[in-house]
């Protein structure tokens, strides 16, 4: 309570009344409230018998109304005021400068002994506080202090979050008006004031307090509060009823669940109009118009119109409505309307008195309504009350309840699609139906009604009926006892039905490195009556990997109607399949050496899952392998501990035979003219299992050889049987001894079988060249065939030539050959090389050859009795012969020049 320009402010929602120049304040309750906010509010001046009542804005009261006067019981005045209309302080959610220059009003959180604040009432003024008990209370006594606390409407910014609270006179919140005719008066007076979104908190009705429940109507449109509804109808409006002047201290502790009643013959709650609709949201949260005792006969409950914004009610209730007024009537041009949170439109239920129910309209919005009953929809003439009539093109239930109405319990129009989630349209118990079908939609041509389960029960025609449109039917309601339902327990057609898909718990073999490629086939089944065989979608999605373990496959199968249905499964992806060896053929290799052969094999091993695996085997590759047959045996394991084996067998064998080294010309002299007797060495042999050896030559070893040529055979057989190429070497004996010497140029001489002769400082050897005779002749630079390459330059030359029986021989025999043995000079630094003119083509022109191709002596034997492609040869230097370039020539003669 204060007191500003003599006059005196008390809560309206305390009972007042005067006698005498006496204020009695009646205590509603005890224990009311222990808030210690003080709120200004309604001003009495009091002069002898005369009240004046004064707004807590230092406004005063508007002139009343044959609309907007609310009753107001406790406080009444009963002549006009004494003193003059002081200019009203604006209240506004912004910091203003007060037009009056008085002390700011106090804030809610003050602590305020009423004994000081009535000490400021008139002095000839007695104030009297009563209990409920109509004892009087001391002024300084909490119990006071709590009854003069009391918080009446107050407006608030939308922007007053629920950790701050709506307080009175903070937060941008007007401090608190003695009732919402008031507050609205105000808002009215001083738009500007109000010019955003805003709320109103109205006071949760409270059955010991009277003052909390608003017994006239509440209009706000453009013909009641002109000015309010031009300035700020373009704003969202919400009116919050069930507050509780405790929130703003706790407000976790003292949400705002209950409700501000609205309860008279003609008390009901109307926003906007048809011809003047509210431009802004309404929103509409915990009110009751009417109550168990009756309620408004002579209009609808709540009228809400708005443009293209949309209205929302939660925890509305209109209850007992008569007079064939609709409970509740919404119309939006093209905003969505949402009703929800327990709201109910519920008629009289009474013989002879009709309503019509709950209606709700808008062009192109949605109505999404839940958790929301709707009954006692009655009327005495035609059956045409319905629990709820709505039109929209979209139109949502969800966990609605329509029971016990003459007409439908819902009927719906203008609508492409209508979704019924669980949905009660008639109840068996009580036996409550609707006189026409539980829900009655009238489709424009190709409507669609998606039905999710629900109760549809006891209704006079159908549990849902449908013209204009096809019935899809997600999951299947409960039907039972709708009098016309024949070719449905439902419905008045054959529903498009939803459907069936099942989803198995399976074990499926991964197969591919990733896991298991995901088929529906494998685990499920879809079939739907319509369409035989419905599209199938998952997640994870068809044709994904589920890698190895346990996956959750949920998949949902979709009609041409667009029904669905959906089922989960486990599907457990394993590894059981053993990796697969790629294993070699058996093998058959040849010994190397003695202990037998090493072998070098490739195994392998994939894995479905894993890829490659590695491979086990045993005697692994590279490893020796002895003579004979043996077994090797591999493994593989993946990494889930599968294994597979196998086997192969390694064959070593001894097919190669042995080689006789080739023996040398033997030729001897002897006195005897038959000839001597002759030991030699026989050639060694070398096998690659055997090892080193000795040939069997026939004759053998310290046979008789006569006077001439005898050719001597060597053979060779290892231990496994291979039998050796034989060689043959000549052991020549000579009855006379003939030396060799030097041979001058262009002088015939006759080599013997094995013959050296020196030519102009170049060794020539003449190789089992017996009965041949032979030309050598020396060459220089200017007697050379033709020009040498370039890049050669001539070192020195020679020209040799054998002869048979005076013929000139082309070609050696097989196992004779010539030797040159060229001296260079043993730390020269130039390149040396042997060229042979001669006609390789037989074209008649000659050309030089390289003699590049390389033996070693010990090869000797071997090459000379071999025949080959090419058989010009350079003998590969030692240290004995570092000083010489040696070449050997087993089939041609003609013209050899050392050249650098």
């Known amino acids: 309570m204060e007191k500003r320009n003599g006059r005196v402010d008390i809560p309206s929602c305390l009972h007042l009344s005067t006698l005498q120049g006496k204020i009695k304040i009646t205590m509603p309750r005890k224990n009311t409230y222990f808030a210690w906010s003080l709120f200004i509010v309604l001003v009495i001046v009091i002069n002898l018998m005369n009240v004046n009542v004064a707004l807590a804005d230092d406004g005063t009261p508007p002139p009343p109304t044959d609309t907007a006067v609310p009753t107001e019981p406790s406080v009444v005045a009963t002549e006009p005021p004494v003193e003059s209309t002081p200019v009203p302080v604006e209240e506004t959610p912004a910091a203003e400068t007060p037009v009056e220059e008085s002390t700011p009003e106090a804030t809610p959180t003050e602590e305020t002994n009423p004994t000081n604040l009535l000490s400021e009432l008139p002095p000839d003024t007695e104030l009297i506080i009563l209990d409920e008990n109509q004892e009087p209370l001391p002024l300084a006594s909490q119990e006071a202090t709590e009854i003069v606390q009391i918080a009446d409407p107050i407006w608030c910014p939308e922007s007053v979050i629920a950790t701050t609270g709506p307080t009175p006179g903070a937060n941008g919140c007007t401090s608190s008006f003695a009732s919402i005719f008031l507050l609205l008066a105000d808002m009215d007076a001083n738009p500007g004031s109000y010019a955003q979104n805003g709320v109103i908190y109205l006071e949760r009705t409270q059955a010991a307090n009277p003052a909390?429940?608003?017994?006239?109507?509440v209009i706000i449109d453009n013909s009641t509060y002109a000015n309010l509804f031009t300035n700020l109808n373009i704003f969202n409006l919400t009116l919050q009823g069930g507050w509780n002047i405790n929130y703003p201290t706790n407000p976790a502790a003292n949400p705002i669940t209950g409700q501000t009643d609205i309860v008279g013959a003609g008390a009901y709650l109307q926003i906007g109009s048809s011809s003047n609709p509210w431009v802004g949201t309404v929103t509409i949260n915990n009110i009751q118009i009417g109550n168990s005792s009756g309620g408004v006969s002579t209009h609808d409950g709540l009228t809400v119109y708005t443009t293209d914004s949309n209205i929302s009610l939660s925890n509305v209730d209109v209850v007992q409505q008569e007079g064939n007024f609709h409970t509740m009537n919404l119309n939006s041009n093209n905003g969505d309307i949402t009703v929800g949170n327990g709201s109910l439109s519920d008629g009289r239920n009474a013989s002879g008195l009709e309503n019509q129910g709950f209606y709700a309209a808008t062009n192109s919005g949605s109505i999404s309504i839940s958790d929301t009953t709707f009954q006692n929809a009655h009327g005495s003439g035609p059956i045409t009350q319905n629990g709820a009539t709505l039109s929209a093109p979209t139109v949502t239930l969800t966990n609605v309840i329509a029971f016990d109405n003459d007409g439908n319990g819902i009927a719906i129009s203008n609508a492409d699609t209508v979704t019924l989630n669980n949905v009660t349209g008639g109840q068996i118990t009580p036996?409550?139906?609707?006189?026409?079908?539980?829900?009655?939609?009238?489709?424009?041509?190709?409507?669609?009604?998606?039905?999710?389960?629900?109760?549809?029960?006891?209704?006079?025609?159908?549990?849902?009926?449908?013209?204009?449109?096809?019935?899809?039917?997600q999951s299947a309601p409960s039907c039972t006892g709708n009098t016309l339902a024949t070719v449905h327990p439902c419905y008045n057609l054959t529903p498009n039905s939803a459907p069936t898909i099942t989803v198995n718990d399976v074990i499926v073999e991964a197969n591919s490195a990733s896991g298991w490629t995901l088929v529906f086939g494998d685990i499920g089944s879809a079939s739907d009556v319509e369409d035989g065989t419905p599209s199938v979608s998952c997640t994870p999605s068809i044709g994904s990997i589920l890698t190895l373990g346990v996956t959750n496959v949920s998949c949902t199968a979709t009609d041409s109607a667009g029904l669905t249905a959906s089922d989960v499964g486990n599907i457990t992806v394993i590894d059981s399949t053993a990796p697969t060896l790629l294993l070699p053929a058996d093998m058959t290799e040849e010994a190397t050496s003695p202990a037998g052969a090493i072998v070098n094999y490739t195994a392998t091993a994939t894995d479905m899952v894993d890829g490659s695996v590695p491979v086990v085997c045993i005697p692994a590759s590279g490893s020796t392998f002895a003579l004979g047959a043996t077994t090797v045996n591999c493994s593989a394991a993946d990494s889930a501990s599968n294994s597979s084996s196998g086997s192969f067998n390694v064959h070593v064998l001894d097919t190669t035979a042995p080689v006789i080294s080739i023996h040398p010309y033997v030729s001897t002299t002897t006195n005897d003219p038959l000839?001597?007797?002759?030991?030699?060495?026989?050639?060694?042999?070398?096998?690659?299992?055997?090892?080193?050896?000795?040939?069997?030559?026939?004759?053998?070893?310290?046979?008789?050889f006569p006077i001439g040529d005898t050719f001597v055979t060597c053979n060779a057989m290892d231990t496994h049987g291979n039998v050796a190429q034989p060689v043959s070497f000549i052991v020549h004996v000579e009855y006379q001894t003939r030396s060799s010497g030097n041979i001058t140029n262009g002088n015939l001489s006759n080599p013997d079988c094995l013959a050296s002769m020196d030519v102009f400082g170049i060794k020539v050897t003449f190789h089992n060249l017996c009965n041949y005779k032979a030309f050598v002749n020396g060459v220089q630079e200017n007697t050379l065939p033709a020009q040498l390459p370039n890049g050669y330059s001539f070192v020195r030359g020679l020209h040799v030539q054998v002869l048979f029986d005076q013929q000139i021989v082309k070609t050696l025999p097989i196992g004779t050959g010539i030797q040159l043995d060229f001296p260079i000079p043993a730390n020269a630094q130039d390149q040396f090389a042997v060229l042979l003119w001669d006609d390789e083509d037989g074209d008649g022109n000659g050309e030089w050859l390289d003699v590049t191709q390389l033996i070693k002596d010990v090869d000797l034997s071997k090459t000379l009795s071999t025949d080959s492609n090419d058989e010009l040869y350079q003998i590969a230097p030692t240290k004995t012969f570092e000083a010489f370039y040696r070449v050997l020539t087993t089939e041609k003669t003609g013209t050899f020049v050392l050249v650098k």
């Open 675 to 704: 000839g001597m007797i002759l030991t030699y060495s026989s050639p060694s042999t070398y096998d690659a299992v055997d090892g080193f050896g000795t040939a069997s030559c026939s004759p053998a070893s310290g046979s008789f």
């Open 212 to 217: 909390t429940t608003i017994t006239s109507a």
């Open 431 to 473: 036996a409550q139906g609707n006189g026409l079908s539980g829900v009655y939609v009238n489709g424009t041509g190709s409507t669609i009604v998606n039905v999710f389960g629900g109760t549809f029960n006891n209704n006079g025609y159908y549990g849902v009926e449908i013209y204009g449109g096809v019935i899809n039917e």
